[in-house]
């Protein structure tokens, strides 16, 4: 039962990572007159944010609502967010540029960073509802 509550978790946090992915990031490539990844310029500091921070920052968002899904395995489950996120960058073909080498480091460390937020969530979660 822990590990269907795991997978569950970490599917509803990969499925809010996707859909707010879905939302900001398109309107920050419009706002920046950005129509393919080849015009995503890694030394303008804004096509790094849009390009790169904000995908991270979502999948650490969504390692956080895995992590309070899954108040007994947070860890594994905020780490298969990323993880999903990571198969779903291996799963296209992607062109051999800085900028998915950028892409993917990124997406590594999100992963991890999905962690550490489930992990938070979640003991801050359970300290919550001990003190009430």
């Known amino acids: 039962m822990r590990t269907f509550r795991m997978i ?6 990969w499925m809010t990572d996707y859909f ?8 920050g ?5 950005i129509d393919t ?8 500091p804004l ?3 849009v390009a790169l921070i904000l995908p991270a920052l979502m999948t ?6 895995a992590g309070r899904l899954a108040l007994e395995n ?3 489950a905020g780490a298969l967010v990323g993880g999903w996120g990571l198969l779903m960058l291996f799963d296209t073909p992607l062109e051999q540029n800085n900028f998915s080498l950028a892409m993917l480091i990124t997406q590594c460390v999100a992963t991890i960073g999905a962690a550490l937020m489930a992990n938070y969530i979640a003991k801050r ?8």
């Open 8 to 13: 569950w978790a970490s599917a509803a946090g």
């Open 20 to 27: 707010l992915t879905m939302l900001i990031v398109p309107l």
């Open 29 to 33: 490539y419009a706002a920046l007159s």
């Open 37 to 44: 990844p080849n015009d995503i310029q890694l030394t303008n």
């Open 47 to 49: 096509h790094i944010v």
């Open 60 to 65: 650490m968002i969504g390692g956080g609502v």
């Open 74 to 76: 947070p860890t594994p």
């Open 125 to 132: 979660t359970l300290q919550k509802s001990s003190l009430e």
